[in-house]
């Protein structure tokens, strides 16, 4: 997936869901539901977390009151083995 040694970047996810009590981020760089990211609540419902990623391609999805969701932001998806898909995040 990413290159080992490179200079990380800054990357922020954000997801608008006014009516959740819970918002994590998961995807490759989090070993997906083992370790997913609480994201916190900004004004507007809007949830947000930043991730230092190193140039590379990553698969994520969130997790919103414990079901998975895809980001409506997000304009790449690739099929998972789950029978749905991942989005996708290109860190250049």
């Known amino acids: 997936m ?3 040694a490179s200079i990380k970047k800054k ?3 954000s997801l608008t ?3 959740a009590g819970k918002v994590s981020l998961a ?3 989090t070993d997906w539901d083992k370790s997913p990211l609480i994201m916190k609540r900004q004004k507007g ?3 947000k977390t930043t991730v230092p ?3 590379g391609t990553y698969e994520y999805r969130f997790i919103v009151d414990g079901q998975w ?3 409506p932001s997000c304009k790449t998806l690739r099929p998972n083995s789950l029978g749905s898909h991942n989005c996708v ?3 250049g």
Do not use: I, M, R, S
Request: one cysteine or more; charged letters at 15%; hydrophobic letters at 45%.
């Open 45 to 47: 419902g809007v949830w």
């Open 89 to 91: 995040c290109e860190v």
């Open 11 to 13: 990357v922020t996810f």
């Open 69 to 71: 969701q895809d980001d």
């Open 2 to 4: 990413a290159k080992a």
């Open 27 to 29: 995807g490759c760089f």
């Open 17 to 19: 869901a006014p009516g």
């Open 53 to 55: 990623l190193a140039p």
